[in-house]
C-alpha cells in the first residue's frame, strides 16, 4: 500500500482500492483502505482545496 501511495500521491482511496486490487487480485472495501492508509501507514490523503478567491 505504501508503495502504491509514494507512486501516486494525490490518489483517491477509491483509486487506491483499484491500483491494490490490479496489483493483488484481492478486492477491499475503500473503508478499508482508509483504515490501511490513516492507522497502519500514518499518512493523510486530504486533498488541499483550491485557494479561495477574495470577493470585492
Known amino acids: 500500500m505504501r508503495q502504491l501511495v509514494t507512486a501516486q500521491p494525490d490518489a483517491t482511496l477509491s483509486e487506491l482500492r483499484e491500483r491494490l486490487y490490479e496489483k493483488t487480485e484481492v478486492l477491499i472495501g475503500v473503508a478499508t ?3 490501511m492508509v490513516r492507522w497502519k501507514l ?3 490523503l486530504k486533498k488541499k482545496s483550491p485557494p479561495h478567491e477574495k470577493r470585492h
Open 33 to 35: 483502505v482508509n483504515r
Open 42 to 44: 500514518n499518512l493523510n
